[in-house]
């Protein structure tokens, strides 16, 4: 019998991660635009929870090169110029399946109802699934859309647009991804269980309810 009823996914880290060195993407945007760099790919990781919601890709990267510039002491103007040449850079079909992921979702969808909930855009976000060849590997796909009142985790909206479409209660789900702040701390706020694949930072106030080194560990659970 499976512990779940539905088990959702972030995509992101979790299921795929680019095969784009985030040091040379990084490298190239502050070349193109002219400016000597202030920071580096986890710096950026580092300001996203803090970032206010974007309605476009074009504005989050704008977002984030301002807060990195204010942390940095730099002038925050430069930001619109690196968000352009980095999203020029950045290639959403450069991904690959994270070790695991492919068998362990396969293993969930025998399992209970499966569901994708990202901190990304509809498009973006769908041309990963596209290219990993998993468009249609979930009973629900749900993506960062503010316009439509789906804000990004760790807001309750996502998860609950998730299990409505799955028809399944918060505590017999499991929400499974990278971040303490946006997977972690949301689906603990939703009653929901989560399984943290441990990346940068450790447990403080967000407490896993499963800490997995890889996703490997992830059968043993479901």
């Known amino acids: 019998m499976a512990a779940y009823d539905a088990i959702c996914f972030d995509l992101d880290r979790t299921l795929c991660e680019s095969t784009q060195d985030p040091d040379a993407l990084l490298e190239s945007a502050f070349a193109s635009v002219g400016c000597d760099p202030f920071c580096a790919p986890a710096d950026l990781r580092d300001a996203i929870p803090s970032l206010p919601t974007a309605e476009s890709d074009r504005e989050f990267y704008e977002h984030l090169f301002t807060a990195v510039a204010e942390r940095a002491g730099r002038d925050p103007a430069v930001a619109p110029a690196l968000a352009e040449a980095y999203l020029e850079a950045y290639d959403p079909t450069a991904v690959r399946f994270r070790p695991g992921a492919e068998t362990v979702l396969e293993y969930a969808r025998q399992r209970a109802g499966v569901g994708l909930i990202t901190n990304g855009g509809r498009e973006t976000q769908t041309q990963k699934l596209r290219t990993l060849g998993i468009e249609d590997a979930f009973d629900v796909r749900v993506f960062t859309e503010p316009s439509a009142g789906i804000y990004p985790k760790p807001n309750a909206e996502p998860f609950e647009c998730a299990l409505s479409a799955l028809e399944t209660a918060p505590d017999a789900a499991i929400h499974v991804g990278d971040s303490l702040h946006a997977d972690v701390a949301g ?19 967000h407490q896993p309810t499963y800490e997995l080194s890889s996703l490997e560990g992830l059968e043993a659970i479901l």
Request: aromatic share 6%.
């Open 187 to 205: 689906a603990n706020a939703m009653g929901l269980d989560s399984a943290w694949i441990v990346g940068d930072g450790r447990p403080d106030e």
